[in-house]
């Protein structure tokens, strides 16, 4: 299934693109239309500090974000494939 209520984020452009991106994030677990999901469901060794996961409330697809680390990593937000969520 295919979330049609979030977009994707292939990489963050800067640090004040993902920090108004964790803005928008923030709103959607406040009102409840995001729920944060403990990565074990879907990875045993998860970096705490680099990755989080959270579900859509509408579509219940589950959404890795990888953090904006400048030198490191560009970030993303993505959806999960599929059959990763179903295991």
């Not at 920090?19 to 677990?29: A, T, V």
């Not at 060794?45 to 680390?69: G, I, M, P």
Request: proline content about 5%; hydrophobic content about 35%; charged content about 30%.
């Amino acid at each position: 299934m295919t979330c049609t209520h979030w977009k994707a984020v292939e990489f963050f452009k800067d640090q004040a693109e993902y920090e108004k991106f964790m803005g928008w994030l923030l709103l959607r677990i406040q009102s409840r239309e995001a729920k944060p999901v403990s990565a074990k469901e879907f990875k045993k060794d998860n970096d705490a500090d680099s990755e989080k996961w959270f579900r859509c409330a509408q579509c219940h697809t589950v959404w890795r974000l990888l953090r904006y680390q400048p030198g490191l990593t560009a970030g993303s937000f993505r959806p999960l494939p599929s059959e990763i969520e179903a295991h």
